[in-house]
């Protein structure tokens, strides 16, 4: 008896650790808040000079639309940031005010890079303003960039109320995560139909919670709705058109959007596996896009060739070498050369980030590809077209990081054959143009000269889709703490 006492002793002792790590919805908030709010500063300075009809592809691409596709010109910035610090408290938030000049052979030009303000109450977030927008699982500093949403473009201003993060969902300890949120955006660069708006909702999954393996799926749905069409007038501004888009069901008074759907729709589903280990984590992704109906599951669609695959590693003990990321990336096949044909409709020529006639500047924004910008963006256009004429794209893209005696660096390396579109006269095998882009990045902290920050990213690329460019731009910037409370 004094044996099985001895023994039922600890395991008393332990209950309520046990029952604390296995808690059926684990909150961070049960952790002692120990943060500091804080606000800091950054300012900086950039110059690029190249050689060539354009800046080089990585030069300018997935910037934030911040480097102009000039050879030459030079953007500075100043912004006031508020991080959210408090991940141990039933509420955070954080904001910022960056606003960004550039002056190329165009001219001069002015925005804010981030203007928002974002709010945590528990685990839902709400966010109002100008700040990049997360999407898609894709490597989140390595990657070419996700099929949806990437870096490519001015952020929109929004408004999203959602899950940002993986969130424990209750009774199943951690196992079992969710995320989802959805979008209302303001396009307002006026290119071709002015002042339409951007819907985009996501819900996500995630299996495994703090095991070393894990997997999840994404499922996202954009839509490009309302507006004035400078031939068809009123597209659709009132709540009956947002339900319309928001269902993808058909309406308006356009008859392509009686017939299909009204707006512009496309979305992306994602696949993820993790594996998280001491030494080295992997990540495997795999994203698709669609833009006909119906949707069916990752890899099961007409279009099931096209798609992003992407494997990222990092390594968490050694410096000079601390990720790795590899993609393909492959748009050819849009479900088949012909939608319709001898009165029978194949569903084909989905013609990525392309919509006829209606939102004829398409899936771009401020003639920059919202998506990944190997697809390629209108400011490339040499005929002044404003739709996406280079949408049928293969790409092999390897890039790598890390940290060699305080000069942080960046290596990328793209492949891309290009067979523009359907219409485009390289036919099924011969490309019409091919590229490589290069990019070698460093950036070095000095605190001898006042706590300085100075980049030097050199880039090229060789073939026949921009021509033979080289550049380099040199960024000077600094960034502090101004106080914290």
Same mark, same amino acid.
């Given at each position: 008896?004094?044996?099985?006492?001895?023994?039922?002793?600890?395991? +008393? #002792?332990?209950?309520?650790? =046990?029952?604390?790590?296995?808690?059926?919805? /684990? &909150? @961070?908030?049960?952790? *002692?808040?120990?943060?500091?709010?804080?606000?800091?500063?950054?300012?900086?300075?950039?110059?690029?000079?190249?050689?060539?009809?354009?800046?080089?592809?990585?030069?300018?691409?997935?910037?934030?639309?911040?480097?102009?596709?000039?050879?030459?010109?030079?953007?500075?910035?100043?912004?006031?940031?508020?991080?959210?610090?408090?991940?141990?408290?039933?509420?955070?938030?954080?904001?910022?005010?960056?606003?960004?000049?550039?002056?190329?052979?165009?001219?001069?030009?002015?925005?804010?890079?981030?203007?928002?303000?974002?709010?945590?109450?528990?685990?839902?977030?709400?966010?109002?303003?100008?700040?990049?927008?997360?999407?898609?699982?894709?490597?989140? +500093? #390595?990657?070419?960039?996700? =099929?949806?949403?990437?870096?490519?473009?001015? /952020? &929109? @201003?929004?408004?999203? *109320?959602?899950?940002?993060?993986?969130?424990?969902?209750?009774?199943?300890?951690?196992?079992?995560?969710?995320?989802?949120?959805?979008?209302?955006?303001?396009?307002?660069?006026?290119?071709?139909?002015?002042?339409?708006?951007?819907?985009?909702?996501?819900?996500?999954?995630?299996?495994?919670?703090?095991?070393?393996?894990?997997?999840?799926?994404?499922?996202?749905?954009?839509?490009?709705?309302?507006?004035?069409?400078?031939?068809?007038?009123?597209?659709?501004?009132?709540?009956?058109?947002?339900?319309?888009?928001?269902?993808?069901?058909?309406?308006?008074?356009?008859?392509?959007?009686?017939?299909?759907?009204?707006?512009?729709?496309?979305?992306?589903?994602? #696949?993820?596996?993790?594996?998280?280990?001491?030494?080295?984590?992997?990540?495997?992704?795999?994203?698709?896009?669609?833009?006909?109906?119906?949707?069916?599951?990752?890899?099961?669609?007409?279009?099931?060739?096209?798609?992003?695959?992407?494997?990222?590693?990092?390594?968490?003990?050694?410096?000079?070498?601390?990720?790795?990321?590899?993609?393909?990336?492959?748009?050819?096949?849009?479900?088949?050369?012909?939608?319709?044909?001898?009165?029978?409709?194949?569903?084909?020529?989905?013609?990525?980030?392309?919509?006829?006639?209606?939102?004829?500047?398409?899936?771009?924004?401020?003639?920059?590809?919202?998506?990944?910008?190997?697809?390629?963006?209108?400011?490339?256009?040499?005929?002044?077209?404003?739709?996406?004429?280079?949408?049928?794209?293969?790409?092999?893209?390897?890039? #790598?990081?890390?940290?060699?005696?305080?000069?942080?660096?960046?290596?990328?390396?793209?492949?891309?054959?290009?067979?523009?579109?359907?219409?485009?006269?390289?036919?099924?095998?011969?490309?019409?143009?091919?590229?490589?882009?290069?990019?070698?990045?460093?950036?070095?902290?000095?605190?001898?000269?006042?706590?300085?920050?100075?980049?030097?990213?050199?880039?090229?690329?060789?073939?026949?889709?921009?021509?033979?460019?080289?550049?380099?731009?040199?960024?000077?910037?600094?960034?502090?703490?101004?106080?914290?409370?």
């Amino acid at each position: 008896m004094t044996i099985k006492r001895l023994l039922i002793l600890p395991l +008393l #002792l332990a209950l309520p650790l =046990l029952v604390r790590a296995w808690a059926p919805w /684990p &909150l @961070p908030m049960d952790s *002692v808040d120990t943060g500091f709010d804080r606000l800091s500063y950054s300012v900086g300075l950039s110059a690029v000079a190249s050689y060539g009809a354009y800046a080089p592809f990585w030069l300018q691409s997935n910037r934030l639309g911040d480097i102009s596709a000039t050879p030459f010109s030079g953007m500075m910035h100043v912004g006031l940031y508020k991080p959210a610090t408090r991940h141990h408290r039933w509420y955070d938030y954080d904001f910022a005010v960056d606003l960004a000049g550039r002056l190329d052979t165009r001219g001069g030009t002015g925005w804010f890079r981030q203007l928002y303000a974002h709010l945590r109450l528990l685990y839902f977030d709400f966010t109002v303003g100008i700040t990049p927008m997360s999407c898609g699982n894709q490597d989140p +500093l #390595l990657s070419s960039g996700g =099929l949806l949403f990437s870096n490519n473009a001015h /952020p &929109l @201003p929004r408004i999203t *109320v959602g899950l940002d993060q993986w969130t424990p969902f209750p009774l199943t300890f951690g196992f079992l995560e969710i995320k989802g949120g959805i979008t209302h955006a303001w396009v307002i660069d006026q290119t071709y139909v002015q002042n339409y708006f951007i819907h985009h909702k996501f819900i996500g999954g995630r299996l495994g919670g703090h095991l070393p393996l894990r997997v999840s799926y994404e499922f996202h749905h954009a839509a490009q709705w309302g507006g004035m069409h400078p031939i068809y007038g009123n597209l659709g501004n009132n709540w009956r058109a947002f339900s319309n888009a928001f269902l993808a069901r058909s309406g308006g008074a356009m008859a392509n959007d009686q017939i299909n759907a009204q707006g512009n729709h496309l979305g992306m589903q994602c #696949l993820g596996l993790d594996v998280v280990t001491d030494p080295v984590s992997v990540s495997l992704y795999w994203q698709s896009i669609f833009e006909d109906g119906p949707v069916r599951f990752i890899g099961c669609g007409l279009n099931a060739r096209d798609g992003l695959w992407g494997v990222s590693l990092r390594f968490h003990r050694f410096p000079y070498i601390s990720g790795v990321c590899y993609e393909v990336l492959n748009t050819t096949d849009q479900s088949g050369p012909f939608h319709d044909r001898d009165g029978y409709v194949f569903g084909g020529r989905d013609t990525y980030y392309t919509n006829g006639g209606v939102y004829r500047n398409g899936w771009n924004y401020f003639l920059r590809s919202i998506g990944t910008p190997l697809i390629t963006s209108p400011l490339y256009n040499t005929d002044g077209s404003l739709a996406t004429l280079n949408s049928r794209v293969r790409t092999h893209h390897i890039a #790598l990081m890390g940290n060699i005696e305080g000069f942080r660096y960046r290596l990328m390396a793209t492949y891309t054959r290009n067979w523009g579109n359907y219409a485009a006269t390289g036919g099924p095998t011969h490309p019409i143009s091919r590229n490589t882009a290069l990019l070698l990045a460093f950036t070095k902290h000095v605190p001898q000269a006042w706590h300085l920050d100075f980049s030097l990213d050199l880039a090229a690329d060789f073939g026949t889709q921009f021509g033979n460019t080289f550049g380099a731009m040199l960024t000077v910037s600094k960034s502090g703490l101004l106080t914290q409370w």
